[in-house]
């Protein structure tokens, strides 16, 4: 268990795109500090909680991603009249931010929960 919440931990080196942002005109990698609240995950304490959350979390953010990422091609293709390749790529960064945004709202929420004690429901 302690090499996954190793794993999780290293995801925040993807900030580390964030400086592209800064130092060139390609604004959008800015986006990318986002993953530094990743590195939360060398420093809170090894249970089954935080794995257990931590999954749920990435199958929402799984599922709604695949969502997104049809709904959003589907979308480009046929309403906005865009070519096959720039719908997909529509599709696919719909699709990417609403997974990485779910993903991170889902594991605030499960670990306030957590530390608020609530109760946690199997569902």
Not at 39 to 52: H, R, S, V
Not at 91 to 116: D, K, P
Request: charged share 15%.
């Amino acid at each position: 268990m302690k090499r996954k919440q190793y794993l999780h931990g290293l995801m925040g080196l993807l900030s580390l795109l964030g400086w592209i942002g800064i130092f060139t005109e390609e604004r959008a990698f800015l986006a990318f500090f986002a993953f530094a609240v990743d590195f939360q995950y060398f420093f809170l304490p090894n249970d089954e909680m935080l794995e257990a959350y931590t999954n749920r979390s990435a199958s929402l953010a799984f599922y709604c991603g695949m969502v997104a990422t049809a709904a959003a091609a589907l979308i480009g293709f046929f309403a906005m009249e865009k070519t096959g390749a720039q719908a997909l790529l529509l599709g696919f960064t719909c699709g990417w931010v609403i997974a990485v945004l779910v993903h991170a709202i889902g594991n605030v929420y499960y670990g306030f929960r957590e530390s608020w004690g609530m109760s946690h429901d199997s569902k």
